[in-house]
């Protein structure tokens, strides 16, 4: 079953339930899939639906952030409960000690020169690389702060 399957199976189980909340964080998740589906005339493989519930974590943690600074705890509390349904349906991801082994043998592996300031052509070379391969896997903000130890070793 893919991943889009089992989230239109979790929307019919929520509506069974009556559970409100998850149904709409769920019918929000499928409307950016078709939407993506829609202008670029594809059908989402696994891989592109991890990176849409990806894009919409991190919108709801941008409004965390913003609610709770307008201190509306009201809302930042019904965002944050919208990351925990989405985080659901990502898979398992790499602990600090993974993502750094990972990305030192990426960088073994395309011969990036280390030691040099970071923000030179390696970095985009290397985060091109860590990107695809850790898709879903890891936060790219953690990659890019792994990336960055890496290159300045």
């Known amino acids: 079953m893919t991943l889009k399957e089992q989230i ?3 929307m019919k189980n929520a509506m069974r339930a009556r559970d ?15 939407q993506k589906e829609v202008d670029e005339r594809v059908v989402l493989d696994d891989a592109a639906m991890v990176a849409i519930i990806d894009k919409l974590i991190k919108q709801r943690k941008d409004s965390v952030a913003a609610f709770t600074q307008a201190d509306r705890m009201d809302l930042a509390d019904k965002e944050s409960a919208e990351i925990v349904v989405l985080q659901a349906y990502l898979p398992q991801r790499l602990s600090a000690e993974e993502l750094s082994a990972a990305v030192l043998a ?23 690389t860590v990107k ?3 898709a879903g ?3 790219m903000g953690q990659v890019s702060g792994a990336v960055k130890a890496a290159l300045s070793r």
């Open 132 to 134: 695809t391969r850790l």
């Open 137 to 139: 896997k890891a936060d």
């Open 106 to 128: 990426i960088v073994a592996e395309i011969g990036a020169e280390l030691g040099r300031a970071v923000g030179t052509g390696d970095m985009g070379k290397v985060m091109g």
């Open 20 to 34: 409100s909340e998850r149904l709409g964080t769920i019918r929000l998740l499928l409307a950016a899939a078709k």
């Open 8 to 10: 239109t199976e979790d």
